[in-house]
C-alpha cells in the first residue's frame, strides 16, 4: 500500500517525530515540504517508465516517492544511517526503489549503471546537499557516468555560476565543466520557506542536458580540466603563473608563454578572462606538443 505523501509540513514532522529524527548540519538536510515544487522538478525531470533514476540524498524520501510513481527503477543513495529505517517505511509501499546507505562521493556510479540498467544512460534527480554540489556534478561529467540528464536543487548562487561567463566573479571551473558537457536551463527559483529548517540561500532547480558531442572539439578532457583548474586556483596570477605554478602540468615556460601568445590577449592575461573556446584552442595546443 501507498504511504501518505510527505511533501507537506504535517506529514514531514510527523514522520520525523515517530523516529525521532534530529537533523544533521553537516549532511546539509534541508527537506522540501512543498508540493508545487516537487511537481515542477518532476515535470523538468520528464521520467518515464524506461527510465532508471539516480536520487541523491533521498532524505526521508519525499522525492523518492514521486520519482517512485514516474520511474522505472530509483536507486537512492543516503549517506545517513539514521535514515535508512524511515526510507523503509516511506517508501515501502513501492517495489522499483532501492535504497543505497552509502556516501555518493565514493560510490561506484559506473557500476551501478551497469548492474542495475545495462549501462543505458540514467537521469539523475536531485534536491542536492549544498556543501558538495561541486564535487558531485564535475564527478559525474568528467567520469563519464552515463547520464541523459541531471535535474538538481542547488544553491541559487550555484545554478548562476554554472551558467555565467568570462568577466564574472563567479565564473569558474564549475561553470566551465557544466557548459563543456551540458545545456543548461533554470527550472524554478526556490524560496528558504520551501524547506525544512530552511536554508540562509535561495535555491534554484537547474537541468542540465547532457551533449551528444561537447560544443568544442578537445583533444585532451583531462588536461583541459587541468589547465582550467590550475588558471582559477591563483585568480589573482596571470595565466601563464598559474600553468607555470601547477604541479599537475609539466610543460616549459617557453611553451606555455607561446600557447598564452596564441590566443591573442596579451602575456598578462588572467584564466578569467578566456572563453570556453580559449580553453580548448590552449589545451589543443599543449597536448600535442605532448604527443
Ligand atoms: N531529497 C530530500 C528532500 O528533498 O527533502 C533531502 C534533500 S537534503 C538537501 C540532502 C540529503 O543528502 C540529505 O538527506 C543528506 O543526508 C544527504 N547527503 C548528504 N551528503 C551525502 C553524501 N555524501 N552521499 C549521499 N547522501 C548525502
Redesign the pocket.
Known amino acids: 500500500m501507498e504511504k501518505p505523501t510527505?511533501g507537506n509540513p504535517h506529514n514531514t514532522i510527523e514522520i520525523l517525530q515517530k523516529y525521532q529524527f534530529s537533523f544533521?548540519k553537516r549532511?546539509?538536510?534541508?527537506?522540501?515540504?512543498d508540493t508545487h515544487v516537487?511537481d515542477k522538478i518532476i515535470r523538468a525531470a520528464d521520467i518515464g517508465k524506461d527510465d532508471m533514476v539516480l536520487?541523491?540524498?533521498?532524505?526521508?524520501?519525499?522525492?523518492?516517492q514521486y520519482l517512485a510513481k514516474e520511474a522505472g527503477k530509483v536507486i537512492a543513495?543516503?549517506?545517513?544511517r539514521n535514515?535508512i529505517p524511515i526510507l523503509e517505511d516511506t517508501l515501502g509501499g513501492y517495489d522499483n526503489v532501492r535504497i543505497i546507505n552509502?556516501?555518493?562521493?565514493?560510490?561506484d556510479i559506473h557500476r551501478l549503471v551497469w548492474e542495475e540498467n545495462e549501462g543505458r544512460p540514467i537521469k539523475v534527480v536531485?534536491?542536492?546537499?549544498?556543501?558538495?554540489t561541486t564535487p558531485?556534478i564535475m564527478g559525474l561529467f568528467e567520469e563519464h557516468v552515463p547520464v541523459v540528464s541531471i535535474t538538481v536543487?542547488v544553491q541559487k548562487e550555484v545554478a548562476d555560476r554554472m551558467q555565467t561567463g568570462p568577466g564574472s566573479k563567479d565564473y569558474g571551473a564549475l561553470s566551465l565543466a557544466v557548459q563543456y558537457y551540458a545545456d543548461t536551463y533554470i527550472v524554478a527559483n526556490v524560496p528558504p520557506n520551501c524547506?525544512m529548517p530552511r536554508p540562509k540561500v535561495g535555491s534554484a532547480v537547474i537541468r542540465l542536458n547532457r551533449y551528444e558531442k561537447p560544443p568544442v572539439e578537445v583533444v585532451d578532457e583531462r588536461l583541459m580540466f587541468d589547465i582550467i583548474r590550475a588558471s582559477f586556483n591563483q585568480r589573482r596570477k596571470t595565466l601563464a603563473n598559474g600553468l607555470k605554478n601547477s604541479d599537475r602540468l609539466d610543460f616549459t615556460k617557453e611553451a606555455i608563454m607561446e600557447a598564452v601568445e596564441r590566443l591573442g590577449k596579451g602575456p598578462g592575461v588572467r584564466g578569467e578572462a578566456l572563453t570556453l573556446e580559449d580553453f580548448a584552442g590552449l589545451s589543443n595546443y599543449l597536448a600535442r606538443l605532448q604527443s
Not at 55 to 64: R, V
Not at 102 to 107: T, Y
Not at 126 to 132: E, R, S, T
Request: hydrophobic fraction near 50%; charge should be negative; avoid cysteine.
Open positions: 510527505l544533521q549532511f546539509g538536510q534541508n527537506f522540501l515540504i516537487l536520487e541523491i540524498g533521498p532524505g526521508i524520501g519525499t522525492m523518492t543513495v543516503e549517506i545517513d535514515l552509502e556516501d555518493v562521493l565514493k560510490l536531485a534536491n542536492l546537499p549544498y556543501y558538495i558531485i536543487m524547506f
